[in-house]
């Protein structure tokens, strides 16, 4: 093969390439948006979430006595030891950071 031959196939390739990477780096922006909007939603699902176990926490004032398991009235604002682990707020999990590396 002669030296010409091989410049050919070697601009071939890196123009091959340099679309392959173009590809790619699209992909990743695309991917970055579609993160950055999923981790706006997961932001706004916790606020609703919060906001939803903040009106369970506080009722209204007309709401504000419950019959407890034994059957005795008990406040909402009471300590309310009989009441069910089930009304507690679970611990929120820990999410996990992913990397952002500069392009």
Partial sequence: ASRAQILDKATEYIQYMRRKN??????IDDLKRQNALLEQQVRALEKA???AQLQTNYPSSDNSLYTNA???TISAFDGGSDSSSESEPEEPQSRKKLRMEAS
């Fill in 22 to 27: 173009h590809t790619h780096q699209q992909d």
């Fill in 70 to 72: 034994k059957g005795s």
């Fill in 49 to 51: 979430r919060s906001s």
